[in-house]
């Protein structure tokens, strides 16, 4: 049984359907207690950092998050779920500070610049189709090619610090620069983009996530 996390900031809905359509049972989760129920828990995600992590701890849910992430059940975060899992972004923080995450993956999360490094103005939000490159054998990326494309909606963009740990980025994708599009550490996984929102690919990364 798949566990997705209502914590107001996104369209459950569309993901439960699409963990439906993949042929696995998923359930909507209202109370933090209910993740001690579940073979494997997804944070989706939509909207600001700080509500994000408001509603997580108005809940109950960021330390149950850690705990379950602990315990080495499968966990997956889309979008502003992936970001969430980060030590913390400066999306309404102020100069030079950041606003606390859960503080899973090492690491900030970062507005794009308008400016791209070729001289051209890049549209913020990065918004729409974009194709990924994996940067390694990743679980939840197998069946893919190179140049799959997915869909994304945001502003804002992790940015894994490199440690001598297991590598963090398992996929990247273009906007100006080359930026984080997927994670992968342990029993971790994230997306940037919406797999629920990414037609066949996203299907298929959904179905690979349930098999783990």
């Given at each position: 049984m798949i566990g997705i996390i209502d914590y107001a900031m996104g369209n459950l809905r569309s993901v439960q359907k699409a963990f439906e359509h993949v042929g696995a049972q998923a359930v909507i989760l209202s109370s933090a207690t209910q993740v001690s129920d579940v073979d494997k828990l997804v944070l989706p995600g939509v909207g600001a950092f700080a509500d994000g992590m408001s509603h997580l701890r108005s809940g109950g849910w960021v330390e149950a998050i850690r705990g379950y992430i602990g315990g080495g059940k499968p966990f997956l975060g889309i979008c502003l779920g992936l970001?969430?899992?980060?030590?913390?972004?400066?999306?309404?923080?102020?100069?030079?500070?950041?606003v606390e995450g859960l503080g899973v993956l090492p690491g900030p999360v970062v507005r794009f610049s308008n400016d791209a490094p070729d001289g051209s103005r890049l549209k913020v939000p990065h918004m729409g189709w974009n194709t990924i490159e994996w940067q390694r054998d990743d679980p939840l990326l197998r069946g893919l090619s190179q140049g799959d494309a997915v869909y994304f909606v945001h502003s804002y963009y992790a940015q894994p610090t490199v440690t001598d740990q297991a590598p963090v980025i398992s996929a990247t994708a273009d906007y100006g620069i080359q930026f984080c599009a997927s994670v992968w550490r342990e029993n971790v996984w994230a997306t940037q983009f919406?797999?629920?929102?990414?037609?066949?690919?996203?299907?298929?990364?959904?179905?690979?996530?349930?098999?783990?």
């Open positions: 970001e969430l899992l980060f030590d913390g972004s400066q999306e309404d923080a102020g100069d030079g500070e950041l919406h797999p629920e929102k990414s037609q066949r690919v996203g299907l298929n990364i959904l179905r690979n996530f349930v098999s783990i």
